[in-house]
């Protein structure tokens, strides 16, 4: 047998075996990995499930207590329901920040949800507000509200 062909084999059994070795592990990984995983969230419970409506989005009424208690606790009054409304718009996230950057700036947060809206991102909208009034500190950032109050970045306390 030629050189040639003996690494013709060669290449053509090491194909095979990959080829073998990655169809008999296809889906493997998935099989093992928690749903909640990736999630900050804590895990929901069978009748907490069971008590929500049939929007998988549905925000619990624990986390949007917690929300309005943390955002009581930088100074800022709301509700849940206000809460919720923004959040099913534009996430939690998005609720947090509309509240926290309308009560520093002066502004509605329906004023800066329009500006979201518009095709603004978020930093852009922060770095607007921070333009129009160079006092204006937007801190404590959404990672301090949603953590409550147990940040470890920069502006901390």
Known sequence: MNRYLR??????ALVILVAGTALANRGKADEHRSPNAASHEPET???EK???DSNTDA???????????SLADQGITTDADTVRTWAEKYGVGGAVRLLTWADASGKTPAELAAMFDSGMGWGAIAHKLM????????????GKIMSNGHAHGAGAK
């Open 7 to 12: 690494v013709a084999l060669g290449v053509l």
């Open 45 to 47: 419970s069978a009748a």
């Open 50 to 52: 069971a008590n929500t």
């Open 59 to 69: 925000i619990s009424s624990k986390l949007l207590d917690r929300i309005v208690a």
């Open 131 to 142: 333009d129009a009034d160079s006092s204006l500190n937007l801190s404590p950032g959404i």
